[in-house]
């Protein structure tokens, strides 16, 4: 503890730059860890499109392009179109003023041939 105290009375900026570093780099790092064993779960890839999806996590989830996700849905800009907030099906449904189904039902209809050729992981042990 001494020598704690010692640190922050002679080289406090040092202090508070290493201490700032360390938590930054705790945060980043779980951010790494928790997407990481998120998607590497097969029960994420290829999920079927819902209304609380973004082109986002469609895209990452079918391993797509954003851009190839925007040209189905037939938007160039999912946040820009929605304002502010995530660009959700539901909402990009609603400023499209198009039915939530029939935007999920394009997805559907496209999605398998445009997605890669790599199987889909079976979810049974």
Known sequence: MNALRRLWREQRLALIGFVLAAVLAAFFGGRIVVRTIYWADPGHHRQAPEGWMTPGYIARSWHLKIDEVDAILGIENGPALVGHGPPTLERIARALD????????????????????????????
């Open 98 to 125: 198009v039915p939530l189904p029939d935007l999920i039902g394009r997805l559907e209809a496209v999605l398998p041939n445009v997605a890669g050729t790599a199987p889909r992981p079976d979810r049974t042990p």
